[in-house]
């Protein structure tokens, strides 16, 4: 049973198609004030047809089909215009490139921005935040607080979950023969159709042959982990609710999985590094004119089973510190007026293409950590050495997911939290996901986001 169901991204889909439809038929009527005929309308649709595929590519690069977080909801107005402004660009060079429509709607593609935007805004803005489930599952989490806590203030704020808890219970404050009690009464209760409980919590222990026994005596109820509900909610895993068992069981991965996913790292490493090459001279010329320094530096990373590798960048900062911080847990070095552009593009770590040829990295997993930040982390943060069980990436899931990741000093907090969405990847790595997260990071680079 999964508590977030799919569905939203079908409605959303769907949507978005027909607004492109609409969208086109009010353009038509606005460029010639007058109902489009259907020949007009037609000989408009079909190439339109090719570019709306193309256009729902870039909402999803856009990440207009991600969670529909209060955050992200902000941003929505920003993040409508740039696509729709992509996208129209897009639909004038496949124009210019590919005349054989007949058609050169340079009018159109200016009116078409100003209509579409409106209405997606409306449609993603206004109305979507407004369908709510037909029917919201009425639950139970018995879980110790924490990260509890969170699951439980995340689902009472958004009522675009299709599912509520009509009862909270933390096992951290309550009895034993409390809880044991809670869990005979609502499970007794008809409204109630699942409960989300932390299995490796000693305090439930005592209460799950009550639990079990009330599964067969009820059509309609389910028992549900909390922490698979907590990734499908905040897309990483909950310290907190973390045991070795649960690391342990999500090591392993297929060998099928493997081998293509090595096969996609190099040759998305050749595209790569064939297209950046074109830059490299610029770069270089623009380091050796800054302050005649050396153009490349090669800095000591951990990679996978806590193996010592080199990984190669451009020289964005004074010198090279090798990542030796000292007690401060900060770099003395400054960054350099190139280095600071070459951080905003992103272009900085270019060079660790080759790292990827080499083997040392892949395209997409954790992000390798510096030898003595890693050894003060291993220290202080429980199952950090996990991360270790997988290719380091030259891009991540937590470098999508967590803006506050600290650079170049030592933050245990935000590393914590960095961990989780680490964690998240070693679950569900996939080659699905390995591409969701090279177009995000597509997208991040394009609007120099977390730099």
């Known amino acids: 049973m999964t508590l977030v169901p799919k569905r939203e991204y079908v409605l959303l889909f769907g949507g978005d198609m027909a607004i492109f439809v609409v969208s086109l038929w009010l353009t038509l009527y606005f460029r010639y004030l007058e109902i489009p005929s259907l020949e007009l309308f037609s000989a408009h649709l079909i ?14 690069i856009a990440g207009l089909y991600g969670k529909h977080t209060r955050l992200f909801r902000r941003r929505l107005p920003v993040t409508i215009f740039y696509a729709q402004t992509a996208n129209v660009l897009l639909a004038a060079l496949f124009f210019f490139f590919i005349p054989i429509f007949g ?92 409960m989300v409980i932390d299995f490796t919590d000693k305090a439930i222990a005592a209460a799950l042959p009550i639990i079990y026994d009330a599964a067969f005596h009820k059509q309609n109820f389910t ?11 905040f897309d990483c895993v909950p310290l907190s609710l973390v045991s070795y068992e649960w690391i342990l069981a999500h090591t392993g991965s297929s060998r ?56 190669y960048k451009f020289r964005s900062m004074s010198g090279n510190d090798n990542g030796n911080y000292g007690a401060s847990g900060k770099s003395k070095l400054m960054v350099t007026r190139v280095g600071k552009w070459l951080r905003i593009l992103r272009v900085d770590e270019l060079p660790q293409i080759l790292n990827v040829l080499r083997g040392d990295l892949s395209l997409v997993g954790p992000r390798p950590e510096v030898p003595t930040l890693a050894e003060h982390y291993s220290a202080r943060i429980p199952y950090y050495n996990a991360r270790y069980l997988i290719q380091p990436g030259l891009m991540g899931w937590a470098q999508l997911r967590h803006d506050r990741h600290p650079h170049h ?25 390995d591409l969701y997260v090279i177009l995000q990071t597509v997208r991040i680079i394009v609007t120099a986001r977390g730099t």
Not at 150 to 168: I, Q, S
Not at 223 to 233: A, M, N, R, S
Not at 256 to 264: I, M, P, V
Not at 413 to 433: A, F, N
């Open 47 to 60: 190439p339109f047809s090719l570019l709306f595929v193309t256009w729902v590519s870039v909402f999803f």
């Open 103 to 194: 058609i050169a709607p340079k009018t159109i593609l200016v009116l078409y921005l100003a209509v579409s935007f409106p209405l997606v805004f409306l449609w993603r803005a206004l109305l979507v935040p407004r369908i709510q489930p037909l029917r919201r599952l009425k639950g139970v989490l018995i879980a110790s607080w924490g990260d509890a806590h969170a699951l439980a203030e995340e689902v009472a704020n958004d009522k675009r979950y299709p599912f509520t808890f009509e009862h909270v219970i933390d096992t951290s404050r309550v009895p034993q023969h409390e809880i044991i009690q809670h869990a005979c009464r609502v499970v007794g209760e008809d409204n109630v159709t699942f």
């Open 223 to 233: 028992l549900v982990d909390i922490v698979d509900l907590y990734q499908e909610v």
């Open 256 to 311: 099928g999985y493997d081998a293509l996913k090595r096969l996609l790292d190099i040759a998305g490493a050749l595209t790569l590094g064939t297209l950046s090459l074109l830059l490299f001279p610029f770069i270089m010329l623009a380091i050796k004119m800054d302050d005649g320094g050396s153009v490349f530096i090669a800095m000591p990373r951990v990679g996978r089973y806590q193996r010592t590798i080199r990984i």
């Open 409 to 433: 000093g030592t933050d245990v907090i935000e590393t914590k939290e960095k961990l989780s969405y680490d964690l998240y990847y070693l679950k569900h790595r996939s080659l699905w996901l």
